[in-house]
């Protein structure tokens, strides 16, 4: 089968002869729902750590302490920063389809690894090489999306292609309530292998390649697709805010995600109750991604991204007071609305801002660059615990970056507003 879209008809899917956006059609459709499914694992994958967390620290006689424990949870993160980073750029130059069903490959085989790792330092060799894959698919992901819907449905339809990401969050804490105890925490990561036998088959049938050499020659008459395009005028103060807003996001959201269960256990409750909580935060960022669709196609991403990231400090702050119950749930679900809610919204304004020849790499370096966050958010949470620091600091912390996340978007919006003014004026 032919993946590359004929000239005639890449034309016509992508961009029509008048000059306007894309229609939707089947195969459009399938291919998304494909990418989603991947984005489903890799949020699955990422999630995981955090479901066995616990598991790892008490029963595999590794000797991991709370802050080591902190360390081996960046390892996938910093992968992710790396494969974020290259990924975007391969994926405008060799190629969507190649890059995306690349990566599933590679995070799906390290992730599987993970189970039968005799140690630490494997176990966190194994996580660092399966964070490359997964770093590397969203922007892959989202660049191919972006290239196959109409222009008025792109920032709705990549904000729901990332609730992907909770759902296979939900998946993992869903899965680990009977699984661990039954199975060991190793059964957790051969979840897997589904992807690698069912949704990568997927790709492979469904998933085509926009890139064309007619559209190569169109990249190269309009610019070069290198990071050194984004890193000057007029796409530098954007490019530079839009890292950093990340930074801050995917510092609260991968945080969370990271010590959650474990910080719920420290404050009194069980692993299956702490697994709910996780839970919640997940169905939140799901919500979030539905939310987040509609109120950034009616209102603007980078307007409601500035309310989501608020969001998200205001439910995290309400954790502080040690609420019942019920309202840590609802703050866990505020919390999931708004921390990934803020970086779905950031990837829709990414995607819709940058030209097409660029959107591939700067989705990599938003991406790339806001895995530091998601690097050092784990090791952060787990220096705040052993300083005995207590659990309301990791609370702290990452509300605190939701509401640095929502001045820079802020900051983002005045730019992006300025940048337009001066155009006018300029034409």
Known sequence: MNHTLPAAASQGSIVNAAGSAPRFSKGSALAVLVCWLLV????????????VQSSLISETGWGLTKATAGTIGSMAFLGMMIGAIFAGRMADSWGRRKTILGCAIVFSIFTILCAFAPNAAVFGALRLLAGIGLGGLVPSANALVAELVPTKWRSTIATLMMSGVPIG?????????????AFGWEAMFLV?????????????????????????????????AGFGSLLRAPY???????????????FAWYGLGTWLPNLMQLAGYNLGSALTFALALNLGAVA?????????????????????????AVGLSVL?????VTVVYLALVLAGVGTHGTQCLIIAAVASHYPDHLRGTALGWALGTGRI??????????????AGLGVNSNFLAFAGAAAIAAVLLAAVGLKIKSTISQGARNA
Do not use: C, M, N
């Open 40 to 51: 489903v694992f890799d949020g699955y994958d990422l999630i995981v750590y955090g479901t």
């Open 169 to 181: 969050g939900s998946i993992a804490a869903l899965v680990g309530i009977p699984l661990i105890p």
């Open 192 to 224: 897997a292998v589904l992807a690698l036998v069912i949704v990568v088959p997927l790709g492979l049938k469904y998933i085509p390649e926009t890139l064309t050499p007619a559209g190569s020659e169109s990249k190269a008459s309009k610019g070069s």
């Open 236 to 250: 530098l103060g954007v490019s530079v805010l839009f890292a950093v807003a990340t930074i801050a996001t995917l």
């Open 288 to 312: 979030g991604s539905v939310i987040t669709a509609w109120a950034g196609t009616r209102f603007g991403p980078i307007p409601t991204a500035i309310a989501a990231a608020a969001v998200a």
């Open 320 to 324: 502080l007071a040690s609420p019942p």
């Open 373 to 386: 966050g998601a690097v050092v958010a784990p090791q952060v949470g787990g220096l705040l615990l052993a």
